[in-house]
């Protein structure tokens, strides 16, 4: 079935330092794939979405680029900022459905 | 602008009690509709969607049922609360990309 793996179930890290959140997914057909952050207390905020393989999305210094032979799409940050600190949600949609499957999330805390 | 609303803020509810939890969506004009669940720590869990008034689709049977009465309006309900109804419950929209609502934290004791 439809899968979404998020490696790091949490991640610490201190100011201006780079941010790598790994997500793997799997799809039996063609997905569009999403990042979602969630601040304490409040629903996932859509992050960027990439629907065709070597798509970058982008958004608040975030980026991730849709590679469809190593089925990733994995997050990164040249420059975390205290205000960062929040959990990240993975997630898939396959073609033509309107279901999102999330990965576990991770949870990012940033030092000042 | 779209706007979505949840209510309660929050409950706190008896094992056993009834409940009903509501999203009303303005802006948008016949949008798919969604509720989600997420245990404390969790990952969000799809529950119910709905694409027109009047129907909703099951994903997941937690003893819980949903209802969309209005084109902008979407219910979940239960008779029965159990303990393992606690967490965070979520609607969300989609015309093209999904978005949530601010979410209702439910405790049951």
């Known amino acids: 079935g439809d899968s979404v793996t998020q490696t790091e179930g949490q991640v610490a890290l201190s100011e201006e330092d780079f941010l790598t959140i790994h997500c793997n997914y799997s799809a039996s057909g063609y997905p569009t794939l999403f990042w979602y952050v969630q601040y304490p207390g409040e629903g996932p905020q859509l992050l960027f979405r990439?629907?065709?393989?070597?798509e970058k999305g982008s958004s608040r210094g975030f980026e991730a680029t849709y590679d469809k032979g190593t089925t990733s799409f994995h997050l990164r940050k040249a420059s975390v900022q205290e205000s960062d600190s929040a959990v990240y949600y993975c997630?898939?949609?396959?073609?033509?459905?309107?279901?999102?499957?999330f990965g576990q999330g991770t949870k990012l805390s940033i030092k000042p | 602008a779209q706007t979505i609303h949840q209510w309660p803020v929050a409950e706190i509810k008896a094992v056993g009690s009834p409940l009903s939890l509501g999203c009303t969506i303005k802006?948008?004009?016949?949008?798919?509709l969604y509720w989600y669940w997420q245990a404390t720590g969790g990952t969000l869990q799809q529950l119910f969607y709905?694409?027109?008034?009047?129907?909703v689709e099951s994903v997941v049977q937690l003893n819980l049922s949903a209802s969309r009465p209005k084109d902008d309006q979407f219910i979940l309900s239960t008779e029965k609360l159990l303990l393992s109804h606690s967490g965070f419950y979520l609607c969300?929209?989609?015309?093209?990309?999904?978005?949530f609502g601010p979410g209702t934290r439910l405790t049951v004791l």
């Open positions: 709905s694409i027109t008034v009047g129907q």
């Open positions: 802006g948008k004009s016949s949008p798919n």
């Open positions: 997630a898939l949609r396959v073609y033509n459905q309107g279901k999102l499957i």
């Open positions: 969300a929209w989609r015309i093209y990309e999904q978005y």
């Open positions: 990439a629907s065709r393989d070597k």
